[in-house]
């Protein structure tokens, strides 16, 4: 059976677009650090695969890699899939009835309209659009900032942004054909609903460079609306393949007969998937 890598992509989209790179405003993670991976938590991740073959050559197991991106300093990923639209909802709610409440006091000469009304608009927040070129789902949301709360003014630079999406892995692991990418839908809603996976062709030893194409958004003011722009940068990361015979976990030798202590009846063995030798 293949076994499941995961590759943690974690992104400071604040940084990353204000450099507009993700050279050292990306920080990757994987779970083979046992194993011979380099680099934990760097941009310079270079992920270990182990292979293994039979006693014959061919390969034993091939592996599957899963990328999860996620935004450092961002509202967490693990919150409701309907955590924004529910916190939109819940401040057009109060505004309106903050605005009732100012309707029915027309006469009360102590108010500060003035103060209501900035009030008012602080809970009623800002709603950002999307454009075409946008994936995901964004359009009508609203600004909140990593509490949850509503963000009223969007040039202050306090709020949370979308989480970064990989839209293709592509480079030298994958024109050699040791990987092979793909994206996949799945009922999994910490990804929206879609991830990214290969799997890995652990029969070739040697380390190969690939890319992930990753797309951040960035949020501008055109005229009175105020939009998430896509912007699309590139990750470079690395696999370095090993292989090593298929051992018998037991014994750390290969394949085969597994020792029994003998007794005064005689002597016996549990049959492996191979010739080896055993003693008694």
Known sequence: MAQQLAIIVLVDIGNALKANSLQDNTYLFDNMKLHGSEGQGTGDLVTSIHGAYWRDGSQATEQVLNWLPYSLGSIPPTVPRGYEADRARQSDSQALAELDALTAKPGDTGADPAADLKKIRKAVGTRVKTTRRTKGRLSGQKLLDVTGEVVTDATAGAFSYPGPVITDIYGQAVDEKIMYPAEYGSPDLVTDGWYWS????????GTYAYTMRIQLHKLVQRGSETLWEPVNMTCESKLKVTTEPKRNGFTGAGLGQLP???????????????PQEATA
């Open 198 to 205: 290969a799997t890995v062709d652990s029969s070739r030893p």
């Open 260 to 274: 029994i202590e003998s007794s005064s009846r005689g002597s016996g063995f549990a049959q492996g998937s191979g």
